[in-house]
């Protein structure tokens, strides 16, 4: 199938702007988080107008042959004006210095924040470039066709922007409404199903970024378009304004109604031998003990953690309980929490707890976890050797009752130090 991809000819896409991008069927993990099941695409395009050419991004380092065979049917190098890179992950730019050999004299369009990428990219031969950083609002021409840039990070990364080819209503967004999901027809309307495609990318690439995602949105939304143009998937040229509709709908709150202004305090557990479990369910009582805060347990005895995504990423604050087994703690717990990596957990409180037989080292292991996530930890974790005492399950109950009191902004916040640990 490679074969057949690299002989690919450039494909229309609007008037004079073309894809000379690459196919890549065979690949079947991406930044190694991603599952391929049937490839993906780096989509390059070529905009032509009567007094420049622009080429919007670039292809995958092993991808460069090709792009340049596509780039070349359709434009000389010395036609080429601009080299638009609307995000500097490798994916998209390992055909840059190949394609600056042939063409020095591009001006190079970046985000403020690209900058710092190009330079590592380029190193040394940075200074040997035009590069030009654009924001909101900044154009290039092209003559009789406009380029309007739109600067919007973190969708995924701190360097990403859109660009608005005007005249053509045509919205190049990178990976913002992208998918992996390689067919060789290339337009929406004309590719196989890929709406699981496009839901997966947006759960592993996307989600964590939504609160960005939404302000992108929010200077996508007013423009005029009639095509998207993303650098993975298929290019949304049939019902456009469709994925911007399903985009708002996967960023909105899904809780909001249900809890109202309620905190929601979510208890996750292991127990081997009832221990924690006991432990969890004191912690529970006491934090529902507050009417402004919802509580719930959840034991993840069950081994499947889908089912909680929703619910964790909506939660004010999180709580892991699991016993100390082999000086760690259990595997099941860190699933979940190294599934958190796609889910927006910065400035949520977290807490960690569990019962233990000899040293208790996996309290302080899980909420190192809970740092590196950025979450707040006000209270040391609570460890307990062996079965609790009717006393020690009213200490875990003041735990749960301290948690909800911090949620609700009743106790003055005290970040735990894990030197002192």
């Known amino acids: ?73 359709v434009a000389r190098y010395d036609e080429l004006t601009t080299l638009v890179l609307n995000h500097l992950e490798p994916d998209h730019t390992g055909a840059v210095p190949e394609l600056l050999r042939r063409a020095p004299h591009l001006e190079i369009c970046v985000s403020p924040r690209g900058v710092q990428v190009l330079r590592a990219l380029l190193k040394d031969r940075f200074d040997d470039y035009a590069v030009r950083i654009v924001r909101t609002g900044d154009t290039v021409s092209l003559g009789d066709q406009t ?12 360097d990403t922007q859109c660009t608005h080819l005007q005249d053509q209503r045509l919205l190049f967004t990178c990976d913002l409404f992208g998918c992996h999901f390689c067919d060789a027809r290339l337009f929406n309307d004309r590719v196989g199903d890929f709406r699981f495609s496009f839901e997966y990318y947006f759960e592993h690439i996307m989600r964590p970024f939504k609160a960005y995602v939404v302000a992108a949105l929010d200077l996508i939304e007013p423009l005029d378009i009639a095509m998207i143009a993303p650098s993975h998937g298929p290019i949304l040229r049939a019902h456009p304004r469709q994925y911007i509709t399903h985009y708002r709908r996967l960023v909105k709150s899904r809780l909001a109604s249900e809890v109202g202004d309620q905190k929601t305090l979510l208890i996750f557990y292991v127990s081997a031998y009832g221990a924690t479990s006991m432990m969890a369910g004191a912690i529970y009582e006491g934090a529902a003990e507050n009417p402004d805060v919802r509580a719930s347990l959840f034991d993840l005895q069950i081994g499947e953690f889908t089912p909680f995504v929703d619910l964790i990423e909506e939660a004010d604050a999180l709580v892991f309980g699991s016993p100390t087994i082999n000086g760690d703690a259990v595997k099941t717990v860190w699933d979940l929490l190294a599934g958190l990596v796609d889910i927006d957990t910065k400035g949520k409180l977290g807490a960690a707890f569990g019962s233990y037989g000899w040293t208790g080292e996996a309290v302080q292991m899980v ?55």
């Not at 380029?147 to 701190?158: A, E, G, K, S």
């Not at 996530?373 to 003041?398: F, Q, Y």
């Open 1 to 73: 199938m490679a074969g057949a991809a690299d002989a690919m000819q450039p494909v229309p896409v609007a008037d004079r702007v073309h894809w000379v991008g690459a196919l890549d069927p065979d690949l079947r993990n991406f930044d190694i988080i991603l599952r391929t099941a049937n490839g993906t695409s780096y989509n390059a395009y070529v905009v032509r107008g009567s007094t420049g050419v622009a080429v919007i991004d670039t292809v995958k380092q092993e991808f460069t042959e090709p792009f340049l065979k596509r780039l070349e049917a």
């Open 147 to 158: 380029l309007r840039f739109l600067t919007t990070p973190y969708v995924h990364w701190p």
């Open 367 to 421: 909420e190192g976890r809970l740092q590196g996530l950025k979450m707040r930890v006000p209270e040391k974790g609570l460890k307990i050797k062996l079965h609790p005492t009717d006393a020690e399950l009213e200490d875990c109950r003041d735990f749960g009752r301290r948690l909800a009191a911090h949620l609700t902004g009743r106790m003055q916040p005290r970040e735990v130090d894990f030197a002192d640990l």
